[in-house]
């Protein structure tokens, strides 16, 4: 069965105190692993779609890499505006459907 | 650019009556559309996929008599919750897959949804 699982749950951070969020995965047949962004009471916002084992993507304060079994988001010098539940998702081989995990809960105090 | 919008932001409504809400791709054609719930502090759970002209596919238990899914373009997608009752009362957000190119899907920012 196609799963994913983030850790931890919550974290809290100092702000520019850098950590790294974790998602793993089993999933028959990767199409592509999504990180997302969701605020309260809104949307998810798409961050990083990473598609094999070795690819990096960055985006100003966030890197998201990826292996056959896991990706991780890193959160480099985070700012309090970066405080919201991150989203990690993988598509499998012949689906469009995305299987989400429980998300990361990250709040970065001043 | 990717930008899905949705259609009330939040709505009221009183047991037994129906409630139509509306996802669409502003400035691209989505090939499938996706139709997710979210109760809180819960990650995203995802009802049915829906394709411009066909019918939707709905996941396990959810019932296609009471959420009706139509796709009458490549940019509209309609949910109407039938008959609400207040365990309909979530957060339901729509999300548009491109119609070429990546498989990334762009999602709507939500709307909520109370039955009273």
């Known amino acids: 069965e196609d799963q994913v699982t983030q850790s931890p749950e919550a974290l809290r951070l100092q702000e520019g105190e850098s950590s790294s969020l974790n998602c793993s995965y089993t999933?028959?047949?990767?199409?592509?692993l999504f990180w997302y962004r969701q605020d309260p009471g809104k949307g998810p916002e798409f961050l990083f779609t990473?598609?094999?084992a070795g690819e990096e993507k960055e985006k100003e304060r966030l890197k998201a890499t990826l292996t056959k079994k896991e990706s991780f988001l890193h959160i480099t010098a985070p700012k309090p505006e970066d405080s919201a539940t991150y989203l990690c998702?993988?598509?499998?081989?012949?689906?469009?459907?995305?299987?989400f995990g429980t998300g990361t809960r990250l709040q970065v105090f001043p | 650019g990717a930008v899905v919008s949705q259609h009330p932001s939040w709505v009221i409504c009183k047991s037994g009556t129906s409630v139509k809400i509306e996802c669409r791709s502003l400035?691209?054609?989505?090939?499938?559309m996706f139709w997710y719930r979210q109760f809180p502090k819960q990650s995203l759970m995802l009802m049915a996929t829906?394709?411009?002209?066909?019918?939707?596919?709905?996941e396990q238990g959810v019932e296609k008599d009471k959420f009706l899914i139509n796709h009458a373009s490549l940019t509209l997608s309609t949910l109407t919750v039938t008959s609400a009752h207040p365990e309909d009362s979530s957060f339901y957000i729509c999300s548009a897959q491109r119609l070429a190119g990546s498989y990334e899907q762009y999602f709507g920012p939500g709307t909520r949804l109370t039955v009273t």
């Open positions: 400035d691209f054609q989505a090939t499938t």
């Open positions: 999933v028959s047949g990767l199409r592509g």
């Open positions: 990473l598609y094999s």
């Open positions: 998702a993988v598509q499998a081989g012949g689906t469009d459907k995305l299987i």
């Open positions: 829906s394709n411009e002209g066909s019918k939707a596919t709905y």
